[in-house]
């Protein structure tokens, strides 16, 4: 029997009424297991208002007293982390460990989150003019809202409402459709961790309930993490309508393998980093740039390391590696693979007709390698999200970083090499908001920001770390004088303020 995944408002489960229903699939066997109620934008009011509502109280709360939810919170997630690995294997189809890793670095914003009481700390200078006082402190915004991405659907939304509701703000998450049941437990857990009706709210939808959030009234600021159009709709929308944002948008990531590197290291890197939760993630690499002769062992290498993934249902143990999230995903997946040869690339391996047995409805695709693709071929200038991995050739270093720094992107990107100098030249040089050194996917701990350069972000803050804390928070100054009692009334004055 397929089931139903409702909204969450208000602190409770509140049907769909809207009428419309969306298909969640089981990507491993490509069956509809559950359908999810798609919002209204009247169903988007009702849970902006039931946040609005909550702020009045939570707003004001103390620090300990929503620390105290929080690591009821912190340890809630970690009791049930197989059951939210579960459920986004059953409906993303990463492998469970894949899964499993993903709930811990979600957990990692948690953990942040219960520190908030040091991240809020304002500042206070005294006697700026006889007895005046000068003190910064920060406050919460009011409504938020997050939209998030069906490729971490746990771990992205982690990244955001712990640390705006340590703020001190209501949340309005708005997590992708295709699969909706983790973003309903992680409430559900909140709510047993002692979060107050309306803090914390969930309601599904398509561009209906995306529209409603970015230009409702009430909203404050919008996170959201995606593809680069849609990130850029999100930053001018929202921007429009009064609101902060930052849009977390798409990515080609490149890796730059020197002659001094070690080889087998990098094709390791390589073939984690492309293939790792097939290719579904903002941090993947997806594009190698081999530097001198080294291009011909490396690409063999990689081969040899990707030719025995093994490729299954994520709730197998044995898999490495699962399905894509769609048969629509991985048709247009498919079709940058297939078109290669035509655009002058030497498919070294060719995923395109992948099937598993006994799965064979399955959203299945193998791993699939490309060698000396050109930059204007549709494998490089477009963002696959896929199992595929480009390889391109340059002669020199400098060659290199300039066809890196040409792309309109500016996620993560990785250097391989023994040498220390030029990965420190690297770093400066390289147009790009996250770098990794012999390091392939340079995912920030909790305690840095996330955040790319280019298209791939739209926004000055990036997510969760400091600027997490300053993007859920305003400023404000507040200058005081308390005169002493003795001092007799000086009377009116005109002139400027004399700070000396």
Same mark, same amino acid.
């Given at each position: 029997?397929?089931?139903?995944?409702?909204?969450?408002?208000? *602190?409770?489960?509140?049907?769909?009424?809207?009428?419309?229903?969306?298909?969640?699939?089981?990507?491993?066997? *490509?069956?509809?297991?559950?359908?999810?109620?798609?919002?209204?934008?009247?169903?988007?009011?009702?849970?902006?208002?039931?946040?609005?509502?909550?702020?009045?109280?939570?707003?004001?709360?103390?620090?300990?007293?929503?620390?105290? =939810?929080?690591?009821?919170?912190?340890?809630?997630?970690?009791?049930?982390?197989?059951?939210?690995?579960?459920?986004?294997?059953?409906?993303?189809?990463?492998?469970?460990?894949?899964?499993?890793?993903?709930?811990?670095?979600?957990?990692?914003?948690?953990?942040?989150?219960?520190?908030?009481?040091?991240?809020?700390?304002?500042?206070?200078?005294?006697?700026?003019?006889? *007895?005046?006082?000068?003190?910064?402190?920060?406050?919460?915004?009011?409504?938020?809202?997050?939209?998030?991405?069906?490729?971490? /659907?746990?771990?992205?939304?982690?990244?955001?409402? /712990?640390?705006?509701?340590?703020? *001190?703000?209501? #949340?309005?998450?708005?997590?992708?459709?295709?699969?909706?049941?983790?973003?309903?437990?992680?409430?559900?857990?909140?709510?047993?961790?002692?979060?107050?009706?309306?803090?914390?709210?969930?309601?599904?939808?398509?561009?209906?309930?995306?529209?409603?959030? +970015?230009?409702?009234?009430?909203?404050?600021?919008?996170?959201?993490?995606?593809?680069?159009?849609?990130?850029?709709?999100?930053?001018?929308?929202?921007?429009?309508?009064?609101?902060?944002?930052?849009?977390?948008?798409?990515?080609?990531?490149?890796?730059?393998?020197?002659?001094?590197?070690?080889?087998?290291?990098?094709?390791?890197?390589?073939?984690?980093?492309?293939?790792?939760?097939?290719?579904?993630?903002?941090?993947?690499?997806?594009?190698?740039?081999?530097?001198?002769?080294?291009?011909?062992?490396?690409?063999?290498?990689?081969?040899?390391?990707?030719?025995?993934?093994?490729?299954?249902?994520?709730?197998?143990?044995?898999?490495?590696?699962?399905?894509?999230?769609?048969?629509?995903?991985?048709?247009?997946?498919?079709?940058?693979?297939?078109?290669?040869?035509?655009?002058?690339?030497?498919?070294?391996?060719?995923?395109?007709?992948?099937?598993?047995?006994? #799965?064979?409805?399955?959203?299945?695709?193998?791993?699939?390698?490309?060698?000396?693709?050109?930059?204007?071929?549709?494998?490089?200038?477009?963002?696959?999200?896929?199992?595929?991995?480009? =390889?391109?050739?340059?002669?020199?270093?400098?060659?290199?970083?300039? +066809?890196?720094?040409?792309?309109?992107?500016?996620?993560?990107?990785?250097?391989?090499?023994?040498?220390?100098?030029?990965?420190?030249?690297?770093?400066?040089?390289?147009?790009?908001?996250?770098?990794?050194?012999?390091?392939?996917? /340079?995912?920030?701990?909790?305690?840095?920001?996330?955040?790319?350069?280019?298209?791939?972000?739209?926004?000055?803050?990036?997510?969760?770390?400091?600027?997490?804390?300053?993007?859920?928070?305003?400023?404000?100054?507040?200058?005081?004088?308390?005169?002493?009692?003795?001092?007799?009334?000086?009377?009116?004055?005109?002139?400027?303020?004399?700070?000396?």
């Amino acid at each position: 029997m397929v089931r139903t995944v409702h909204h969450w408002i208000g *602190g409770k489960t509140v049907e769909g009424t809207s009428g419309e229903f969306g298909p969640v699939t089981d990507p491993a066997t *490509g069956a509809v297991t559950t359908r999810v109620a798609l919002a209204s934008a009247e169903e988007v009011d009702a849970a902006v208002s039931a946040a609005r509502a909550a702020f009045a109280t939570w707003g004001l709360s103390s620090l300990s007293a929503r620390t105290s =939810v929080l690591f009821r919170y912190r340890a809630l997630l970690d009791a049930h982390r197989d059951e939210l690995a579960g459920l986004i294997t059953a409906e993303h189809g990463k492998v469970h460990s894949d899964a499993l890793g993903e709930v811990a670095r979600g957990l990692e914003i948690v953990e942040l989150a219960c520190g908030i009481t040091t991240q809020l700390k304002g500042e206070l200078s005294t006697q700026v003019s006889a *007895g005046v006082d000068v003190a910064s402190i920060r406050q919460p915004l009011g409504v938020v809202a997050g939209i998030t991405p069906f490729n971490f /659907p746990a771990m992205v939304p982690m990244w955001m409402f /712990p640390l705006a509701i340590a703020c *001190g703000n209501t #949340f309005v998450l708005k997590p992708s459709e295709k699969d909706p049941s983790a973003a309903v437990l992680l409430a559900e857990l909140a709510a047993e961790a002692g979060l107050p009706d309306g803090v914390l709210n969930v309601v599904h939808g398509d561009r209906v309930a995306v529209d409603a959030l +970015l230009s409702h009234p009430d909203v404050a600021a919008v996170s959201f993490v995606g593809s680069t159009p849609i990130a850029r709709h999100v930053h001018a929308t929202a921007s429009a309508n009064g609101k902060r944002v930052q849009a977390l948008g798409g990515a080609k990531n490149h890796m730059l393998v020197l002659p001094d590197a070690d080889l087998d290291a990098a094709a390791d890197a390589a073939v984690s980093a492309a293939y790792g939760s097939a290719g579904e993630r903002c941090m993947a690499i997806s594009a190698v740039v081999a530097v001198g002769a080294i291009g011909d062992e490396l690409v063999a290498r990689i081969k040899d390391r990707a030719q025995k993934i093994k490729i299954g249902p994520g709730a197998d143990p044995d898999s490495e590696m699962g399905p894509l999230i769609t048969a629509a995903h991985r048709d247009r997946v498919a079709s940058y693979v297939t078109g290669a040869a035509a655009q002058g690339a030497e498919v070294v391996l060719d995923g395109t007709g992948h099937t598993v047995e006994g #799965f064979e409805d399955g959203h299945w695709i193998g791993i699939s390698l490309l060698d000396r693709v050109s930059t204007d071929s549709d494998a490089y200038r477009d963002e696959i999200f896929g199992p595929v991995l480009v =390889v391109l050739r340059a002669d020199t270093y400098e060659e290199g970083v300039a +066809l890196m720094n040409a792309s309109p992107y500016g996620n993560g990107t990785a250097i391989f090499t023994r040498d220390g100098g030029v990965a420190r030249r690297f770093q400066l040089e390289i147009q790009a908001g996250m770098v990794g050194v012999n390091v392939p996917i /340079p995912v920030p701990v909790g305690y840095h920001s996330f955040g790319g350069w280019k298209d791939s972000l739209f926004g000055d803050h990036h997510v969760y770390g400091n600027d997490g804390v300053r993007f859920y928070t305003r400023a404000k100054v507040v200058t005081t004088r308390w005169p002493d009692p003795a001092d007799a009334p000086s009377g009116v004055d005109l002139g400027f303020p004399r700070n000396h």
